[in-house]
């Protein structure tokens, strides 16, 4: 009788080492007790707006974190939604104790992508999360129509001011836009004839004091354009127009170039007027 008495005592002293290695990783051993559904907490009335996960034990039904959220480490932090990873904390971080989560979720797609509504998302997550909204509200889900950014029609982000000025001096007009597709901008010359009937002048034509300048930025899909004319002359007082465009549509803005003869001339300074 003796080796079945001491083959239960050894029984005995492995099944902590057994239930250990069974546990979930970074729980404590002792941390999963046998699993009483009856015992969970229920879930929010109002849904969970991320859906649900089985807590770390795989016992109790509990909300799935969203992005940015605590995750893991202890059962009460729970598990990421889909599409989201638990990234794990740095060891040795401070307030990392036994009941501190192991990490936050972060997105596992890390790019922006367009929905179906038109809507940019700087993530899949963020789309994901923006439809389980919409479908609690009644309302029709969102899905992903691409990748990048949703096109989208230029506009001005920065319009041309009026300027006053004197013969013979050096100024510019500058003008920002921003579109997806990037637009392509150009400058006109609003030419009005009789009956207020106006044509546009293309520039720069064959004007040997006019230049046009044109960058990419400073944003993406951002475009800068200038004219620049020197000296000035009276024939280049007139309205100019700022005109971008792309395959979803056009946007303009204007400004007037004024000419004068002495600086004098010039008026009190309105808003949005250079000299």
């Not at 230029?154 to 300027?163: C, E, M, N």
Request: with cysteine; net charge positive; charged share 20%.
């Amino acid at each position: 009788m003796q080796p079945i008495v001491a083959s239960s005592w050894l029984l005995l002293l492995l099944a902590p080492l057994l239930a250990a290695s069974q546990a979930p990783a970074g729980e404590p051993a002792a941390a999963c007790a046998p699993c009483q559904s009856a015992l969970c907490p229920p879930l929010p009335a109002k849904g969970c707006p991320l859906g649900k996960t089985r807590d770390s034990c795989g016992c109790c039904w509990q909300c799935a974190r969203g992005e940015g959220e605590a995750c893991e480490g202890a059962p009460r932090w729970g598990h990421c939604a889909a599409g989201l990873l638990c990234s794990k904390r740095r060891k040795g971080k401070a307030g990392a104790g036994r009941a501190a989560p192991s990490g936050v979720c972060v997105c596992k797609s890390r790019y922006p992508v367009c929905g179906s509504d038109g809507l940019t998302y700087p993530t899949a997550c963020k789309l994901r999360a923006a439809s389980l909204r919409a479908e609690s509200r009644g309302a029709r889900p969102i899905v992903q129509r691409s990748k990048g950014s949703c096109e989208q029609g230029p506009s001005i982000v920065t319009p041309p001011k009026d300027i006053w000025n004197v013969t013979g001096a050096q100024i510019f007009l500058s003008c920002d836009v921003m579109g997806i597709p990037t637009p392509v901008l150009t400058w006109n010359k609003i030419l009005r004839g009789q009956y207020a009937v106006q044509r546009m002048e293309l520039l720069p034509g064959d004007r040997d004091n006019l230049a046009i300048q044109t960058r990419g930025g400073p944003e993406k899909h951002e475009v800068t354009g200038w004219v620049l004319i020197s000296p000035l002359s009276k024939d280049d007082a007139g309205e100019y127009e700022c005109h971008a465009s792309n395959s979803k549509g056009e946007a303009t803005a204007s400004a007037r170039i004024n000419v004068i003869d002495a600086l004098q001339d010039i008026p009190v300074t309105k808003e949005g007027a250079e000299l």
